[in-house]
């Protein structure tokens, strides 16, 4: 069985401390609460404090919660918040389009899909929530890339593979995809991912407006592009969707 790394758990026992009780505690009395010699305590926060998880009291030296973790709390905030407001929307997605749809946010490279509506027949689908898709070859990857600047350079660092002989890969012509993608404001995946299977997404926004996700339809390529393109009227309900989803997040109207 593996083995607990003794410093990772102090750190997390020190944050918990200084996230209840008393809104600032000095050295002494964390040490003291933690059972921990002054020394290793001081060296625990000193980290923690580089990494802007901790902040010291200039005036009495005492230790607060910092900024960094209210920082990635909100992005966890933010993730449920979108989730919540999508909701009703999807449903309603799903409902009209028949095919299943998912709503996905950058993370570590990839799009992580947070929330999954299923097909609404009576055919045996996968939950896929929690589930990575590529940024460079997904509908719902291309619309993140093209509107969120970090995932831009993370879609241009990383392996863009040729998952299908439709897949676009070569930067020069990846850059060609987010433009279109940018006009037009919706992006698209026949093929590309997936042999028979394709998909339509479109960006989500938040107050700021600033991209906080991507919500999109996917299905077999004969029920989207039965003539070969995809379906105007299938564009438009994401689309709908999409600003639905963003005006509850107080983007206002675009």
Known sequence: MARNIQSLERAAAMLRLLGGGERRLGLSDIASSLGLAKGTAH???RT????GFVEQDEASGRYQLGAELLRLGTTYLDVHELRARALVWTDDLARSSGESVHLGVLHQQGVLIVHHVFRPDDSRQVLEIGAMQPLHSTALGKVLSAYD???HSEALESRRTAFTDRTVHDPEAFEQVLDLTRARGWAADVEETWEGVASVAAPVHDRRRMPVGA???TGAVERLCPAGELRPELIAAVRDCARAVSRDLGAGRF
Not at 48 to 51: G, Y
């Open 215 to 217: 919500v999109g339809v």
């Open 149 to 151: 600047p970090v995932a």
């Open 43 to 45: 060296g625990i926060l």
């Open 48 to 51: 923690l404090q580089q990494e």
